[in-house]
């Protein structure tokens, strides 16, 4: 793993990927952040030694370097899921990378369901804890040790500082910004009634395919992460309809300028 990242991240430095201080992950249907951003170099994930590649059609799959609110940043135009055949290793390789290329903060943002019949669509959640059922540990493999403490501590995954930022500029700006518990499921199928009947009873208000893995690394490298779920249908198993794809993309980009606001400000202040 060591010789992977040493690999990937000197490649990253020679293209220019220099300095950045903020990683942000975008999630399903939430790219046009990337319009807000000076770039200066971008690759393709198949350009990108060691990087796996997106395969999922709304994703496109660069990693983008520039400037937003006057700080410099690296965006994943698309990220990697398990439900692609990825191994949890795979999928949050590049927060690792980021991380060795000097970045100080993460943020990252999904599209889920919403759980809670309190949250709305096309509203936001404020991720402060999590459940990982994605069947298995970004951790768990031989050498981790090496990479940071093996048994790491999740008493708190979600840095508060940059919450407490964040519910600040979102009651400023007029955002309604719910805050709760994500559950990370594998997918690709979506849940069935049992499913969203036992999600609530355990503690969960939204529900996505993503997002926990990479959370659980940024902890372990000691890197203090934010997650903002963009909320693309309300998930009644009482009254359940047919999963719509092209309506939760169309939900997720009405959506969007809300998040772009709330990270947008939250660099400025970092």
Do not use: W
């Not at 990683?23 to 170099?41: A, P, S, Y």
């Not at 949890?88 to 903060?105: E, H, N, S």
């Not at 719509?244 to 809300?258: H, L, Q, W």
């Amino acid at each position: 793993m060591q010789e992977f990242i040493t690999e990937t991240t000197d490649y990253l430095k020679k293209k220019g990927f220099t300095n950045p201080e903020i990683g942000i992950i975008l999630g399903t249907g939430l790219g046009k952040l990337v319009d807000k951003i000076n770039i200066e170099k971008e690759v393709s994930y198949n350009h990108i030694p060691n990087f796996p590649t997106a395969t999922v059609e709304f994703h496109t799959g660069k990693l983008i370097y520039g400037s937003l609110a006057g700080k410099k940043v690296i965006v994943m135009s698309g990220r990697f899921h398990v439900y692609e055949g990825y191994s949890l290793q795979d999928v949050t390789f590049p927060v690792r990378i980021m991380k060795a290329l000097g970045i100080k903060q993460l943020l990252v943002s999904n599209a889920a369901g919403a759980v809670n019949l309190n949250f709305k669509k096309g509203n936001l959640m404020l991720i402060d804890d999590h459940i990982n059922l994605q069947g298995g540990s970004p951790l768990a493999f031989k050498g981790v040790d090496k990479l940071g403490e093996r048994f790491t501590d999740m008493s708190a995954p979600y840095d508060k500082a940059l919450n407490t930022k964040l519910e600040t500029i979102a009651s400023a700006e007029g955002i309604t910004l719910n805050k709760g518990v994500y559950a990370s499921v594998v997918g690709p199928q979506l849940e069935t009634r049992a499913e969203y009947r036992m999600l609530k009873i355990i503690g969960a208000d939204a529900v996505g395919m993503s997002t926990v893995p990479e959370v659980i690394v940024a902890n372990h490298l000691g890197l203090p992460v934010a997650a903002v779920s963009v909320l693309t249908d309300e998930c009644d198993p009482d009254n359940l309809q047919p999963i719509n794809i092209p309506d939760i993309i169309e939900v997720a980009g009405k959506a969007e300028p809300k998040m772009i606001a709330l990270f947008t400000e939250l660099i400025k202040s970092l």
